[in-house]
């Protein structure tokens, strides 16, 4: 079962939702192209909260557009077993007309094969719905996407995930760093010069010392650097919807990476006004 978040959980979900509907308005007029949707973090199919669904899941959101199309295809990938036979059974229970497919795995892998499939099924145009927790996706995952027909949406915990990893002091322990060299796909010095300042000082005795101190406004530089990361694959990446909890702290960005011009301006048409939110 998924649980609500917070309004966040609600926001992504419609602005996949909307952008779903524009790429199937668009892909309708490309008959040569096969669509797939990919969900690379599927969940149950419906979120709950207080025990009560209060709404429906992206999948199965996503699966009840069917003007002027639906997808040929749908992957869903979900690591939990109870959350991948939930999902199922809703799918099966009013979706068994479509062309489906549910797997209990790993993004990771899966988004490795998907690109393999991609090189091979050059028809086949594939938007992409990454919505993870926390930092678990690897960037050599995103990195296989290049040169390839994806749209990919993707939450970044920046505020969540990668900003309580750097500690303020810059002493970042071994496992921590791990996590974030796999995540953004950069060293740890590139990661220590991107967030941190080295400062000179004296020390009780007049020695020198050298200290390091987390840069200002980090959320956010972390939402550039993963953009920027993202423009290493994809020709464009769109505007971040910033996705706050209660306390109005930033838990994560939610962005869309894509070779396709279009794709991007319609990405941050579909943001923008949601900004008001
Ligand atoms: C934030 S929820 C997804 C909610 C879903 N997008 C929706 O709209 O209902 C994340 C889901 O990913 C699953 N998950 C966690 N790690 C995963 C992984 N490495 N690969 C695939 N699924 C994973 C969790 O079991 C959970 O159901």
């Known amino acids: 079962m998924n649980y609500f978040g917070g309004d966040w959980t609600r926001q992504k979900i419609e602005i996949v939702v909307d952008y779903a509907k524009a790429y199937l308005t668009i892909m309708n007029k490309y008959p040569q192209f096969k669509t797939l949707y990919f969900d690379g973090f599927a969940g149950s199919g419906s979120i709950v909260k207080d025990e009560i669904e209060i709404i429906k899941g992206a999948a199965i959101r996503v699966l009840e557009i069917d003007?002027?199309?639906?997808?040929d295809t749908y992957y869903?990938?979900?690591?939990?077993?109870?959350?991948?036979?939930?999902?199922?059974?809703?799918?099966?229970?009013?979706?068994?007309?479509?062309?489906?497919?549910?797997?209990?795995?790993?993004?990771n892998q899966k988004l490795n094969s998907m690109a393999s499939f991609l090189k091979k099924h050059t028809n086949v145009r594939v938007l992409a719905f990454i919505d993870p927790f926390?930092?678990?996706?690897?960037w050599t995952s995103i990195s296989c996407l290049k040169n390839l027909g994806v749209d990919l949406w993707i939450l970044v915990p920046t505020g969540i995930g990668v900003n309580r990893l750097l500690n303020n002091d810059g002493n970042i322990p071994d496992e921590w760093f791990v996590k974030l060299e796999k995540f953004l796909g950069i060293s740890r010095d590139e990661i220590r010069?991107?967030?941190?300042?080295?400062?000179?000082?004296?020390?009780?005795?007049?020695?020198?010392?050298?200290?390091?101190?987390?840069?200002?406004?980090?959320?956010?530089?972390?939402?550039?650097?993963?953009?920027?990361?993202?423009?290493?694959?994809?020709?464009?990446?769109?505007?971040?919807?910033?996705?706050?909890?209660?306390?109005?702290?930033?838990?994560?960005?939610?962005?869309?990476?894509?070779n396709n011009k279009s794709a991007f301006k319609i990405a941050n048409d579909i943001i923008k006004p949601k900004f008001k939110l």
Do not use: W
């Open 67 to 71: 003007y002027p199309k639906t997808f």
């Open 193 to 258: 010069s991107r967030f941190y300042k080295e400062v000179k000082t004296v020390d009780l005795f007049g020695d020198s010392v050298s200290m390091a101190i987390k840069e200002t406004n980090c959320v956010q530089k972390i939402n550039d650097l993963y953009r920027e990361r993202l423009l290493t694959i994809f020709k464009y990446a769109s505007e971040a919807f910033v996705l706050r909890n209660s306390t109005n702290s930033i838990m994560y960005h939610f962005m869309m990476a894509t």
């Open 134 to 138: 926390g930092m678990s996706v690897n």
């Open 76 to 107: 869903f990938v979900e690591k939990s077993d109870s959350n991948k036979e939930l999902l199922q059974e809703e799918i099966e229970s009013k979706f068994s007309d479509r062309n489906y497919f549910i797997v209990n795995e790993d993004c």
